[in-house]
């Protein structure tokens, strides 16, 4: 399993772009790099999942080098309801495997 | 509507006294997980289903047992629960081949065990 590796916390005003890098050197090459985000007292909530280039949705964009051993998580214009702990995370999309492990997590405080 | 479904939201069960957590989904996944998640820290993988193909952590304590009766329904039993498995215990299921990619996985609210 690939490990990741991600600030332990942030701090943001609000309205700024945060930009939260995983790095995950031993990624292989049919592993999926997915963000989760989690309030405190909930489950994990899905954010968005890239394999390489460029992803956007609605909520945030992914940015995956070519390399793909890093992974930045841009969130725009955040505000202080994203207050929360995000997680990178690198999963194989092969049969038969299927762990979802989590590593420490960026804690992120928005901050009027 | 709430797709995977734990119950009860809090439960509170004395030191030694066998407990059991439920979760039940309604996206008829094949994978299904039980994390458990102590304050401030990441959530620890226990085991996963993948149908009914069993895999358990390796570092996950003998004093955990899960079964997954059929597709909807997984169950998390604590044989002899001790103070130091208080916890937030978290189910979430996943999509196998064929049901998208695998690595998005949607969770429940959680059960919040206190041990007495």
């Known amino acids: 399993l690939a490990k990741t590796t991600q600030p332990i916390s942030m701090d943001s005003y609000e309205g700024q772009e945060v930009n939260i890098t995983c790095s995950h050197n031993n990624i292989a090459t049919n592993d999926y790099i997915t963000w989760y985000q989690q309030f405190p007292s909930q489950g994990p909530r899905f954010i968005i999942q890239g394999y390489k280039t460029k992803v956007t949705n609605e909520v945030a964009s992914l940015f995956i080098p070519a390399d793909r051993k890093s992974s930045t998580l841009s969130l725009p214009r955040v505000s202080l309801s994203d207050t929360a702990v995000y997680y990178c995370l690198v999963g194989d999309a092969g049969a038969g495997s299927y762990q979802l492990t989590f590593g420490k997590g960026t804690k992120l405080s928005v901050i009027p | 509507d709430a797709m995977v479904i734990q119950n009860p939201r809090y439960q509170v069960t004395q030191f030694g006294k066998p407990v059991t957590l439920s979760c039940s989904q309604t996206l008829n996944h094949n994978v299904m997980y039980w994390y458990q998640q102590k304050s401030s820290q990441a959530p620890k993988l226990l085991f996963h289903?993948?149908?009914?193909?069993?895999?358990n952590e390796a570092d996950t304590p003998d004093n955990f047992q899960s079964r997954r009766p059929n597709t909807s329904f997984c169950f998390l039993d604590i044989r002899s629960p001790g103070l130091g498995d208080a916890a937030m215990y978290l189910c979430a299921t996943g999509g196998g081949l064929g049901q998208g990619t695998n690595t998005e996985a949607f969770f429940g609210q959680g059960t919040r065990l206190t041990v007495v």
């Open positions: 289903y993948y149908d009914k193909d069993f895999n």
